[in-house]
């Protein structure tokens, strides 16, 4: 699209349509209409997708990835209107890590998807018995999710299906349809009609695709309380399912590291898209040798990162994306302080501003089973905890029923590695957090969910595998 107004405009339901309006988190104001699409439209996608499918599935590897090229070109070229319409409605700011990062990692995550090779394996050829392992498409593929980040998580979701052979049909968040809809009409440039569709509507919706006989799988991206629903609506249809949900990312800071030097990286680990990130960094171990000097450079870090407006391009940190959020934000750090913890910075919102700004936010001293601790905030507010032992710290790490992502921050890199193989954590990632990539797969343990995505392993997770024996 060559302007935001016509990338909006191709979005915005006609006259007549059952519409809603979606506000700008940061200011109140209304960004645009959203179609309110009912389990009726949710019908009519399914059955556009299933009459598309065949004729995907029969392009074969090279066509599809050949269309999942062009799509991250077209997504490229519209990058700049994705982004400033993504900032608008999610309220991430357009630089940092996050709305054009987001846009970018779109293009990024369609171009590897498409160019990950997955051959079928022979699995036994020893004279008497030859077996080969192939994935074939499932069919339609229904796609769940949060509101985040709603570009980037649809391309983790639609990209392997459509590669795999698969039609999709996407149930965006009620928060952010607007940037999963315009992300969509770019993506549509290069597809075939019908075989992608966005149907933007509630709860309501999101069930009757979770249960639907002619949806063969389900990519959910969420919290874990829907994703156990989910569980629940798809058994009597028995769907594959791919389940990204909620996390509670530890990071132990061992004795050796240099706080100077990490401080940065771990503001970022936590605070990326103003902490609203799955697997951010969401309770920080420190020892007690130098729980003082993390404690002062990552307040310093974090009063030095402006937070405002995202469409102010010297801001790198945003709003909560709803009240919802906000209240939960406000509701942990106020527990925090009750409980007579030390905030180093923020935990003041100023209640006069228009948007949902909850300042960035440092709490020390505080306690293991403080809520700020044990309850997954999702927003600018970081608990650090002191531990004496390694195994204290290990020990604290796995106490939760979640297991995304988690850290290990140490100058002694073998020491590091010990420590992470001891973490129960789909992800522990060594002297960063949270770093993404389409060649690594990604999943969580425990109530994190299950399935992985990304790599010739996401790509296996939306096929069917079939072996052919003789
Ligand atoms: P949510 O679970 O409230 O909603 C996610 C989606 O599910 C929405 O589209 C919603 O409409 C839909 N939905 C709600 N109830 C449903 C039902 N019964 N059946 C089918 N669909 C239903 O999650 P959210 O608040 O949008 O996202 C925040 C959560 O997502 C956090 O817990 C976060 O940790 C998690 N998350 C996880 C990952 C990951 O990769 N593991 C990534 C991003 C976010």
Not at 139 to 166: D, F
Not at 245 to 266: F, M, Q, T
């Amino acid at each position: 699209m060559e302007t935001y107004d016509a990338l909006l405009a191709s979005i915005t339901p006609a006259t007549g349509q059952n519409s809603r309006t979606i506000l700008d988190p940061a200011t109140g104001e209304a960004v645009g209409q959203a179609p309110v699409h009912t389990v009726e439209d949710l019908e009519a996608a399914i059955a556009a997708a299933a009459t598309a499918q065949p004729e995907w599935a029969a392009l074969g590897h090279d066509a599809r990835s050949a269309a999942l090229m062009k799509a991250a070109d077209a997504v490229e070229r519209s990058a700049e209107e994705l982004a400033q319409l993504l900032s608008r409605e999610q309220g991430k700011p357009l630089n940092g890590p996050n709305a054009r990062f987001e846009v970018g990692a779109c293009a990024a995550w369609l171009r590897a998807t498409a160019a990950t090779p997955l051959d079928p394996e022979t699995v036994v050829d020893d004279g008497e018995t030859r077996a080969e392992l192939h994935y074939r498409p499932i069919g339609v593929v229904g796609a769940i999710g949060p509101w985040n980040w709603p570009m980037m998580i649809t391309v983790w979701q639609i990209a392997p299906a459509l590669r795999m052979g698969n039609a999709v049909v996407v149930k965006p968040s009620e928060y952010t349809p607007l940037s999963v809809l315009a992300l969509a009409a770019i993506i549509n440039e290069e597809l075939p009609d019908g075989l992608l569709t966005v149907v933007s509507g509630g709860r309501d919706v999101g069930e009757a695709l979770a249960s639907h006989d002619a949806i063969g799988k389900v990519m959910f991206t969420g919290s874990t309380a829907t994703g156990k629903a989910i569980i629940r609506s798809s058994a009597d249809t028995v769907k594959r399912l791919t389940l990204e949900l909620g996390g509670n990312d530890a990071g132990i800071v061992l004795p050796d590291s240099d706080p100077k030097a990490i401080a940065e990286g771990l503001f970022w680990g936590a605070f990326i898209n103003t902490g609203q990130t799955c697997a951010a960094l969401k309770r920080l171990y420190v020892h007690e040798s130098q729980y003082d000097a993390v404690c002062t450079e990552l307040t310093a870090v974090a009063a030095a990162m402006p937070m405002g407006n995202g469409l102010d391009e010297n801001n790198v940190l945003g709003p909560l994306q709803n009240r919802q959020q906000y209240d939960i934000v406000a509701r942990l750090v106020e527990a925090a302080k009750a409980s007579g913890a030390r905030v180093l910075i923020g935990g003041n919102p100023d209640a006069d501003q228009p948007g949902n700004f909850y300042p960035t936010t440092l709490v020390a001293d505080i306690d293991n089973d403080n809520p700020l601790v044990a309850e997954e905030q999702f927003g600018p507010a970081l608990p650090i905890i002191k531990y004496s032992t390694v195994d204290e710290a290990v020990a604290k790490a796995n106490a939760l029923d979640v297991g995304l992502g988690a850290s290990v921050w140490s100058s002694d890199l073998g020491a590091a590695r010990e420590v992470a193989s001891r973490i129960q954590a789909g992800t522990v990632w060594i002297n960063k957090h949270g770093a993404v990539d389409p060649r690594v797969p990604f999943g969580g343990a425990k109530q994190s969910g299950y399935g992985l995505e990304f790599g010739a392993e996401g790509l296996k997770a939306l096929g069917v595998p079939q072996v052919i024996n003789g």
